[in-house]
């Protein structure tokens, strides 16, 4: 109806000025005739259409004079407000005001308006039935010759919807980020470059432990090493994983963090206005990463299998202790034998008619039959099976070996280890021994030093496919005319030597060899002794 009503207006007034235009009155100035025709000289377009674009435009429009008083409004206007243009022309826009919008914004409309900018805003404003909407409005004054405001032109549209919505986002939005806060669970979206587009207080919390270093990234390197985990390929094929227990040894901690982690992909909303209708092939997606601490059933389940260790390593150590014990008798008595047989040797004896002689064949004969009893009653080493092992755990479990020695003997341990640390193949036991018998000599060398301040560091780091062990003691040191000598057999350089026989990093390099790797001290160390222990990586060599 309504609309009828402003469409035969709008006609009345075009069909007003085509009459004009066709039959100018008497006496019309010639200026006007030319400026009303100039619209249609293909230049400029007639006004006839131009009031009806205003007319039919889909925003509602009004036009005020100075003081807001309303002179026009389209069709939208009254279909959005739902008053006719006999209930508005003549009164001021303040009539729309639902007076709920602060004056203030008024003030600064006003202030903007008057001093002839375009205004820009949001106003509560109420229709005709006095149902209340949100009012995006543009208004911009219309200047006359002289530059002063002769009218303003408004326009609005309805944007309460548009408004629902998004504090309905805001509302969900601020709902799943309390929940992630909530969780004890680390959570982060991650891009397939490895950026991190949104994380939880878990995950800041971890941000903090990790020195900075952005957990995402070492979550992400500790599976590819452990699942050979692609984030490019899973983000693509959206392949993702559930409850794999990953380790991080973080720098200043000195106990490993657990953390059982699954992974699903989601995808990244695009926002560039160049890809509206490209969402199907632009759509990029990322991994949505939930990592669970379970560090402290890890505990648990690892002070069992330390026990155990413990328990498997004292066999061990036990059988080596003979092994060392027998060999170094066999060595020993290598001496005399030797002798005996070069005595023999000598020209002008071995005669079987020299008495002497035969004293010393039966001597030889029965050395030799002892050294067989003793070769036989060596223990054999122990056999063990070769299998996946990380490094930094087997460290961590020797320092757990060791703490009671550590602690009687006041020694600070500094642990280094790499953050993430691929696996060797390697016989863990066998590792364990190379391990304790190195943190051992570094506590003997300590000890030895008889210095207040007691040092050991150990640092694992990984260099392409090698991995390095470092154990560093703040001792004596070794001089270089030892280094080489310190892992021949039998050879012992303690002050106080006790029990050691002088096999240890014999052994220790039998060890080593036999996974592929190497040992060395360091020659360019000073205040002390650094031994390097070098590992291929899984598929490098090694077991
Ligand atoms: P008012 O006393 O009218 O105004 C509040 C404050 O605004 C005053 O204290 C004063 O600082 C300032 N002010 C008001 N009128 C003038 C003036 N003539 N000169 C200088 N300062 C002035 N308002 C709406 O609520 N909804 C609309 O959709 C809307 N559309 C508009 C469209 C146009 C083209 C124009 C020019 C104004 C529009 N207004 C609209 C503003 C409206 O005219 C009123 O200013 C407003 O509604 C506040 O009315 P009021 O009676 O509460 O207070």
Not at 238 to 247: H, Y
Not at 356 to 361: I, M, N, S, T
Request: proline share 4%; aromatic share 6%.
């Amino acid at each position: 109806m309504i609309q009828q009503k402003s469409s035969a207006a709008g006609g009345e007034v075009i069909d007003a000025i085509s009459r004009f235009l066709a039959a100018p009155p008497e006496g019309t100035p010639t200026e006007i005739i030319e400026a009303f025709n100039s619209f249609g000289d293909g230049q400029i377009l007639p006004p006839k259409l131009f009031l009806e674009t205003v007319e039919q435009a889909p925003v509602a429009i009004s036009i005020t004079d100075p003081s807001a008083r309303i002179l026009y409004v389209n069709q939208a206007f009254e279909k959005l407000t739902g008053y006719g243009r006999d209930d508005v022309i003549g009164h001021n826009e303040s009539m729309l005001s639902s007076r709920s919008t602060p004056i203030s914004v008024y003030q600064e409309l006003w202030k903007t308006i008057q001093s002839k900018q375009v205004w820009q805003g949001t106003l509560v404003n109420h229709k005709k039935c006095q149902e209340e909407y949100l009012a995006e409005l543009v208004i911009s004054p219309v200047l006359a010759p002289s530059g002063e405001v002769s009218y303003y032109l408004g326009m609005h549209r309805d944007i309460t919807s548009m408004h629902q919505l998004e504090q309905r986002l805001k509302f969900q939005k601020s709902l799943t980020e309390a929940a992630l806060d909530a969780a004890p669970m680390v959570v982060a979206m991650i891009t397939a470059e490895r950026k991190v587009l949104l994380d939880n207080h878990a995950y800041k919390a971890l941000l903090g432990d990790c020195r900075g270093v952005e957990p995402a990234g070492l979550f992400l390197d500790a599976l590819e090493q452990q699942i050979d985990f692609d984030l490019v390929d899973a983000c693509r094929t959206g392949k993702g994983f559930t409850n794999v227990e990953i380790r991080l040894d973080l720098a200043g901690s000195t106990a490993p963090r657990w953390f059982a982690c699954s992974a699903v992909r989601v995808d990244e909303l695009d926002e560039a206005a160049q890809n509206y209708f490209k969402q199907q092939e632009q759509t990029r997606y990322c991994l949505l990463l939930i990592a669970n601490e379970v560090t402290g059933s890890r505990k648990r389940i690892n002070e069992v299998r330390l026990n155990m260790i413990r328990a498997s390593m004292a066999e061990q150590q036990m059988v080596e202790t003979m092994r060392e014990a027998i060999s170094g008798a066999i060595f020993k008595m290598q001496v005399p034998f030797n002798i005996i047989r070069a005595a023999l040797a000598m020209p002008g004896t071995g005669s079987d008619k020299c008495g002497v002689c035969q004293v010393l064949h039966q001597a030889l004969e029965s050395g030799n039959e002892a050294m067989e009893s003793l070769q036989a009653a060596l223990p054999s080493p122990t056999l063990e099976q070769a299998s996946m092992v990380n490094i930094n755990e087997i460290l961590h479990e020797v320092m757990r070996l060791s703490t009671d020695r550590l602690l009687a003997s006041g020694v600070v341990v500094d642990w280094r280890p790499a953050a993430v640390l691929s696996s060797v193949t390697g016989r863990p036991n066998a590792l364990r021994g190379l391990f304790k018998y190195l943190i051992d000599n570094a506590i003997q060398a300590v000890n030895e030093s008889g210095q207040d301040y007691r040092e050991i560091r150990l640092q694992s780091r990984q260099v392409d496919q090698e991995l390095v062990v470092e154990v560093m003691d703040n001792g004596p040191g070794i001089p270089d005319s030892m280094r080489l000598k310190v892992f021949e057999p039998f050879f012992c350089g303690w002050l106080r030597a006790g029990e050691h026989a002088g096999m240890g990093l014999t052994m220790a390099q039998e060890v080593i060899v036999g996974h592929g790797g190497s040992i060395e001290v360091d020659a360019d160390f000073y205040g002390g002794c650094r031994v390097f222990v070098r590992l291929p990586v899984k598929g490098a060599g090694g077991v």
